[in-house]
């Protein structure tokens, strides 16, 4: 079956470049995902990108996607301790909208 | 963006009790929604697939009759845990899709859920 996995822990001091990195298997996934999930809340949407881009760059954030290796990664220029959370990656494959979630990676930004 | 709310945002109960979990989609219309079951420091479980006026379409190892969801407009859909045990408390999180949203699920901000 699908499956999605991420290394569990990052640290990195304020200011620095984290890069998240995420591997799936299915490999008609149409959609992957970033999300974050701060202590005791949802999660929130933090940014996508289709299957047939590369790369996507929203601000701090970069995604990077190599179809080829099925390997997903965020990066986030500028960490900064507002940025300490676990970050989920996530695939949706072509039939409908199940997505299917790693198992997350919380990342601690020091001061 | 799409806002999706859930109410309550926690819960405590007694064990043999029954409670219920809403989840709206306030700005927009959710065709489809999903409930989800995440333990401490775990990723989220899908439990169900719930689409409006029909049956909600269940994961394996997931039991119906425990776990009873009704979705029966397109702003809402909810969760009744039947019989509340112990092993039921959990963070329990919706999501939705909707017309206004098809690339991408919009979270709910969770219900804790504890059973005594």
């Known amino acids: 079956g699908e499956d999605v996995e991420q290394s569990l822990f990052l640290s990195v001091r304020e200011g620095d470049s984290s890069v998240i990195n995420c591997t799936y298997t299915d490999s008609s996934s149409t959609y992957l995902y970033w999300y974050k999930q701060e202590p005791g809340a949802g999660l929130q949407l933090l940014t996508y990108?289709?299957?047939?881009?590369d790369m996507k760059q929203d601000q701090r954030l970069t995604v990077l996607l190599n179809k080829k290796d099925k390997h997903l990664s965020l990066r986030i220029a500028d960490t900064q301790t507002g940025d300490s959370a676990i970050y989920f990656c996530?695939?949706?494959?072509?039939?409908?909208?199940?997505?299917?979630f790693g198992a997350g990676t919380r990342l601690f930004v020091k001061a | 963006g799409a806002v999706v709310s859930q109410h309550p945002s926690w819960v405590i109960c007694k064990s043999g009790t029954s409670v219920k979990i809403e989840c709206r989609s306030l700005?927009?219309?959710?065709?489809?929604m999903f409930w989800y079951r995440q333990f401490p420091k775990q990723s989220l479980m899908l439990m169900a697939t719930?689409?409006?006026?029909?049956?909600?379409?269940?994961e394996q190892g997931v039991e119906k009759d425990k776990f009873l969801i009704n979705h029966a407009s397109l702003t809402l859909s909810t969760l009744t845990v039947t019989s509340a045990h112990p092993e039921d408390s959990s963070f329990y999180i919706c999501?939705?899709?909707?017309?206004?949203?098809?690339?991408?699920?919009?979270f709910g901000p969770g219900t804790r859920l504890t059973v005594l």
């Open positions: 700005d927009f219309q959710a065709t489809t």
């Open positions: 990108i289709f299957s047939n881009m």
């Open positions: 996530a695939e949706r494959g072509t039939g409908g909208f199940k997505t299917i």
């Open positions: 999501s939705a899709h909707g017309q206004g949203a098809p690339d991408t699920q919009y």
């Open positions: 719930s689409n409006e006026g029909s049956k909600a379409t269940y």
